[in-house]
């Protein structure tokens, strides 16, 4: 079954159109690049797909596994496996990294139907998380990314990722800030999840992460839609050649 | 320190008020000393009358409804078995702590652990004894009504005093259970703490109430501490919907003492807490800090006032609020720094949450600094939940309810986490998370 089906979606903010008739279909265990100059709108569709206040629906729909995704709370959309990797990863001073981290897998294990770990268990789990994605175990008993560096509240969304263990990951932008060990440890992150055949949504700007994790698809968002789609030959074109063609393509239209 | 003398709002109480005193003082039995004492209380308190909202630090604290309440003054205090003391649950702050239980203001022995130890002795008995007892130095009763009240009509309440030296190592649990009757009640609780040169304790306060009845409790502590003592304190406020509590606390720091305090007001329908500091001698230090949870129409009011009389004295002070519902919070927090006080480093901060609309809060915090080479820094802020982080953590799939519980605990935790007493933590950490998701439910998410 497709997982992810956007039709002909159309989001505004503050009453501006953003996303203006967005297409795209995700499959289980495929891995899509989006890629588009800034302001194109790729964060607002992350933003969109997870549920936050301010982003207004005005067309189109969104099936996640045949369900309307944008009827569910941003809660639930999490429990039925999506997770969006934040741009912007928010400081949480006074909540423990740790704690936070089991509330949010118990959450999703509740839903399941599936027994709440406890601490210790939790604890084992977290760990050996941590330690595959060569993060220090010093980050779980700090607060939620507060005063960590860019690349390591980077590095926290991926830990996260990896605990959650979702059916859809969005990344938006995850690798812009890493260095080169830590885009090869956000590339294993994902191709675990690939491995288990779920899926990923790709947000970057640069080459340098498809290096790592091979996507089966690139599109390419200007001004709100999609206007070309290809495989992993289209991110080279554009490593090469900008967006400049954007703008000639409309010219000539 | 109150020249404004405003007419007494309702003379007919506070005409009960005088002649029960006069009833009291009539009895005798008491050196002439403290009997002097309780009639300059009784006289400053005839002059100010209760206060009202038009003298500065009572202005964000009404206490009319309690001038006008009809309290049985001479209404005898109530006894409590074990069972009903029990049912009460006082927190165990340690497994080994000197447990001192007074109900009503009154000492009862049968419910605590010591009935007297060389450091000591129910209020009481000292004055039956004749003892020379130093109250009134750190709490002056002219300018601070209720405290005139409480020295004018105390009975009983603790007198703890340390040799040189001498270090208590299990913790003092003074336990304050005010029973509520058919009959508004009034309570004082009156403490003295004197710890000589070097001496060094932990003291916790706990004010409960039984039974659903109007109450007033007022309570003062003075303490003094001598070369290098230090006394840990902290203050567990916790009675019921229909109590009112009024306190205020005073320390006098002599040279190298070390003053910690903590408190938690969590209960009461009107409470309020005030604390003064002197420091009277070089490398004397103090923190003030505390947590106030309001929900429902409660009103909670911090007061502190550090002096710092000399140089090289160090004072923190950390406040914080939660405040849902209807409710009021109110920081007025004042730090004098006199002519002579060089090298003080006094740091001053107040952070409230509001939780829901129509809660507010009065903050104010001030610094009068008369000395030129000070270290002196002071901030109050008032805001909301961050809805960045209740969005981060609801994308992680944490229920919104339980998003904003987490945040509030997070905010108070700050104070929470400085409590050293394990057991005593845990407690103020389940009284308040308890009472922080009953206000993160009535958002109605
Ligand atoms: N809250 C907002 N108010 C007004 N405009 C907004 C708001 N949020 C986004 N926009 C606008 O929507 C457009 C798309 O923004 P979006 O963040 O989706 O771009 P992006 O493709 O992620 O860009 P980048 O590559 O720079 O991250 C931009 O023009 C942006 O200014
Ligand atoms: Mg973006």
Known sequence: ??????????????????????????????????????????????????????????????????????????????????????????????????????????????????????????????????????????????????????????????????????????????????????????????????????????VTHYQRLLDYLVPDFVHVISEGRIVRSGDKELALELEEKGYGWLEEAKAGA | ?????????????????????????????????????????????????????????????????????????????????????????????????????????HFAPELSSHSRTAWFSP???????????????????????????????????????????????????LIHVTTAGAKPRAVHARHLIQLAAGARATLVETYLGQGSGETLSTAVIEVQLEREAELQHVKLQLEEENAAHIAQGAARLAQGARFDSHLFSLGARLARNAFDVVLLGEQASCRLAGLYVCDGSRHADCQTYVDHAVPHGTSEQHYRGVLDGQSHGVFNGRVLVREDAQ?????????NLLLSRDASVDTKPQLEIYADDVKCSHGATIGQLDPQAIFYLRSRGIGEHAARGMLTRAFADEILDEIELEPLRRFASERLHSKLSDAAASQGV
Not at chain 2, 62 to 87: C, F, H, K, W
Request: charged share 25%.
């Open chain 1, 1 to 202: 079954m497709t997982l992810l089906k956007i039709e002909n979606l159309q989001v505004s903010v503050e009453d501006k159109p953003i996303l203006q008739g967005l297409d795209l279909t995700v499959n289980p265990g495929e891995v899509h690049a989006l890629m588009g100059p800034n302001g194109s709108g790729k964060s607002t569709l992350a933003h969109t797909l997870s549920g936050r206040d301010g982003y207004e629906v005005t067309g189109g729909r969104v099936l996640f596994e045949g369900r309307d995704l944008l009827e569910l709370s941003p809660e639930e959309r999490a429990r039925e496996g999506v997770f969006l990797a934040f741009q912007y990863p928010v400081e949480i001073p006074g909540v423990n990294n740790s704690y936070f981290l089991r509330a949010s897998l118990n959450a999703l294990r509740k839903h399941r139907g599936e027994e709440e770990l406890d601490a210790m268990e939790f604890l084992t789990l977290v760990k050996e998380k941590a330690r595959s994605l060569g993060m220090e175990e010093s980050f779980l008993s700090r607060s939620v990314n507060e005063g960590f560096s860019g690349g390591e509240k980077k590095r926290n969304e991926i830990l996260q990722m990896a605990v959650l263990d979702p059916k859809l990951a969005i990344l938006d932008e995850t690798d812009s800030g890493l260095d080169i060990d830590a885009l090869r440890t956000v590339a294993e992150g994902v191709n675990q999840l690939k491995n288990e055949a779920h899926s990923v949504l790709v």
């Open chain 2, 1 to 105: 320190m109150s020249a404004i003398q405003s007419p007494p709002e309702n003379p007919g109480q506070l005409e009960r008020w005088v002649d029960a005193f006069e009833e009291r003082d009539a009895v005798g039995g008491e050196r002439e000393s403290l009997r002097e004492l309780r009639r300059r209380a009784m006289r400053a308190f005839q002059d100010e009358g209760f206060p009202t909202t038009s003298l500065e630090l009572w202005r964000y604290t009404n206490v009319q409804s309690i001038a006008r309440t009809d309290y049985g003054l001479t209404a005898a205090p109530s006894s409590l078995s074990q069972e009903a003391l029990d049912a009460i649950s006082p927190p165990t702050i340690a497994a080994d702590a000197h447990r001192l239980v007074f109900v009503d203001g």
């Open chain 2, 123 to 173: 209020l009481s008995a000292a004055i039956a004894a004749g003892e020379e007892l130093d109250l009134g130095r750190c709490v002056d009763p002219e300018g601070h009504p209720f405290a005139a009240l409480n020295t004018a009509f105390f009975v009983d309440g603790a007198w703890i005093h340390l040799a040189a030296d001498e270090k208590v190592a299990a913790p003092i649990h």
């Open chain 2, 343 to 351: 090298k003080t480093d006094a740091q001053q901060q107040n952070a």
